[in-house]
């Protein structure tokens, strides 16, 4: 099946530093990615959608100069979180979908898990 | 985005089989049934979806009521790995994101 790498797997920074996640879909085209994030035994929130060459549309509520999103390429998109504040600390996780090839199905990456102190 | 009621938790036995239930009333008739799992501390894993016809793949099988306002993901045979929280979701075709609910934590007992 596809494969999305997702790096790092863990960061830890100091507060108000800036850590850049990447996603990368490593055997498709993502013409879609999505960057959701997740807080102990809760749920995914989805914070954006990625579409290449675009902006990306961010939910409700998340800060799109807090977290900034580049959707560079077909197989690459990165999530930068500004100015990391302890409330940021969570589990991101990325997912692409390339829909003419694998329709409905969404893949995700493995998570970075954003530890700041 | 048409939400979906699961049960906060479930539990099995190893190698016995596993019906998950959804609970989805408002569907709309072009609303896809998303199934996602999701094992600790890693990123969410595909499972099976559906329209309105009964889907079968190696992982699972998805039953959807004849009305679609119900489905059950079934696992045949749950192995400790399958020990997961499963996420119901629906999505419109060709819709760009996926929206998760809370889901179902599966225990599996050896």
């Known amino acids: 099946g596809a494969v999305v790498s997702q790096h790092p797997s863990w960061v830890i920074c100091k507060s108000g530093t800036s850590v850049k996640i990447e996603c990368r879909s490593l055997d498709f085209q993502a013409t879609t990615m999505f960057w959701y994030r997740q807080f102990p035994k809760q749920s995914l929130m989805l914070m954006a959608t990625?579409?290449?060459?675009?902006?990306?549309?961010?939910e409700q509520g998340v800060e799109k100069d807090k977290f900034l999103i580049n959707h560079a390429s077909l197989t690459l998109s990165t999530l930068t979180v500004t100015s990391a504040h302890p409330e940021d600390s969570s589990f991101y996780i990325c997912?692409?979908?390339?829909?003419?090839?694998?329709?409905?199905?969404?893949?995700f990456g493995s998570g970075t898990q954003l530890s700041v102190l | 985005d048409a939400k979906t009621t699961q049960p906060n938790s479930m539990e099995s036995n190893e190698e016995e089989p596993v019906h998950l239930p959804c609970n989805h009333s408002t569907i709309s008739g072009t609303d896809y049934i998303h199934w996602y799992r999701q094992l600790p501390s890693q990123g969410p894993e595909y499972v099976i979806h559906g329209l309105t016809s009964n889907v079968n793949n190696r992982m699972a099988s998805l039953a959807i009521a004849e009305d679609r306002k119900s489905s059950t993901l079934i696992l045949h045979r749950a192995t400790l790995r399958d020990a997961a929280v499963y996420y119901c979701i629906l999505s419109q075709g060709g819709s760009e994101k996926l929206v998760f609910g809370k889901g179902t934590k599966l225990t599996v007992n050896p």
């Open positions: 990625s579409n290449e060459g675009s902006k990306a549309t961010y």
């Open positions: 997912s692409a979908r390339d829909y003419r090839v694998s329709g409905e199905k969404l893949f």
